[in-house]
T-cell receptor, first 115, second 116 residues
């Protein structure tokens, strides 16, 4: 158990809908990262937050947004869902923001299926 | 730009065989960190090891060992006497620090199947 929690574990929804994925980082970690893992794209970095502030963006679509709250939990919002958004979404956390030595610990993931 | 290449897409071995998973990386930084993660069939990503670019000593942890060679930009992972529980997808990753954020690039993964 990495200490990172994600809910829900599974999510099935329809095209055009909006969903929210939730992540609680390890105790004491200030950085939260979101990744998308799909069969054709592999593990893709989406976005990083540090202590409530957005710090880096990767391959995140405009239909997707995220935020980190004062209690450090984070939510990833996916809207106008398309079939291609079906994937495993991971949250990871690390203690700092730019420490190259930081290890990112991953949550169990949320499997999103868009029908 | 940083890049991690795991050329082996899938490997099958018979239980108790040794297996080496290859990882080759590209980076312009002189200081960086390399990682290996395991993703079993259950789906979670499990951290295995972190190695910094200044430490080229090989590391052994039980049946797992890692060979870091800066000269060839490789960070290979060997499982000795493989077991069925080792069946998983293994990811190599490279971390570089940028102003204000950490950038981690993952390889495409190697799927290891250990046959009983």
């Amino acid at each position: 158990d990495s200490g990172v929690t994600q809910t829900p574990k599974h999510l099935i929804t329809a095209t055009g809908q909006r969903v929210t994925l939730r992540c609680s980082p390890r105790s004491g970690d200030l950085s939260v990262y979101w990744y998308q893992q799909s069969l054709d794209q592999g593990l893709q970095f989406l976005i990083q937050y540090y202590n409530g502030e957005e710090r880096a963006k990767g391959n995140i679509l405009e239909r997707f947004s995220a935020q980190q709250f004062p209690d450090l939990h984070s939510e990833l919002n996916l809207s106008s869902l398309e079939l291609g958004d079906s994937a495993l979404y991971f949250c990871a956390s690390s203690p700092r923001t730019s420490g190259r030595s930081d290890t990112q610990y991953f949550g169990p993931g949320t499997r999103l299926t868009v029908l | 730009a940083q890049k991690v290449t795991q050329a082996q897409t899938e490997i099958s071995v018979v239980e108790k065989e040794d297996v080496t998973l290859d990882c080759v990386y590209e980076t312009r930084d002189t200081t960086y960190y390399l990682f290996w993660y395991k993703q079993p069939p259950s789906g979670e990503l499990v951290f295995l090891i972190r190695r910094n670019s200044f430490d080229e000593q090989n590391e052994i942890s039980g049946r797992y060992s890692w060979n870091f060679q800066k000269s060839t930009s490789s960070f290979n992972f060997t499982i000795t006497a493989s077991q069925v529980v080792d069946s998983a997808v293994y990811f190599c990753a490279l971390s570089e620090a940028r102003r204000g954020y950490q950038k981690v690039t993952f390889g495409t993964g190697t799927k290891l199947q250990v046959i009983p």
